[in-house]
């Protein structure tokens, strides 16, 4: 039985849905995980991780647009304001999605559906640093 981690920073460049599939893809393949569980963890109150289609970007643009409709950018709705109009929806979105994904590792691959890609959906406006951390439990 095997036990890893790896943290996987990704910089943000603003409300967007960033795609790290191939890098958690490259990590499994580099340590010849074959089978197993592996956990992916945001370290972030203001992000989250989310499971999405990756074949028509319509679909991530549709998905930031109804979140800032769900949960609007208005500083008179929220008491928590304290970095700005971004801050409480930010919390808001990530509350309403993941921070943490657990993912099957078979024969030495990630186990996901055809169109299926591990995006990281930032929810602030400005430049970010993020950080995922991989958990691999296996052989």
């Known amino acids: 039985m095997k036990q ?7 910089n943000t460049k ?5 795609e790290f599939t ?3 893809i490259n990590w499994i393949k ?8 592996l956990n992916l963890n945001i370290q972030h109150t203001s ?3 989310i499971v999405q289609e990756n074949a028509d970007p319509d679909v991530q643009t549709d998905l930031i647009n109804y979140f800032n409709k769900l949960v609007p950018m208005n500083n008179s709705l929220y ?5 700005g109009r971004d801050d409480m929806p930010a919390h808001i979105k990530s509350s309403l999605t993941n921070n943490q994904i657990t993912l099957s590792v078979k024969d030495g691959a990630l ?3 055809t169109w299926q890609g591990l995006y990281l959906f ?3 406006l400005n430049s970010q640093t993020r950080t995922i951390v991989h958990h691999f439990l296996g052989d």
């Open 4 to 10: 890893e981690f790896f943290n996987l920073q990704i």
């Open 14 to 18: 603003g409300q967007k849905l960033y």
């Open 22 to 24: 191939q890098d958690s």
């Open 30 to 37: 580099k340590n010849n995980f074959e089978n197993g569980i």
């Open 47 to 49: 992000a989250s991780l």
């Open 79 to 83: 008491i928590h304001t304290t970095e």
């Open 111 to 113: 186990i996901l559906g």
């Open 122 to 124: 930032e929810h602030r």
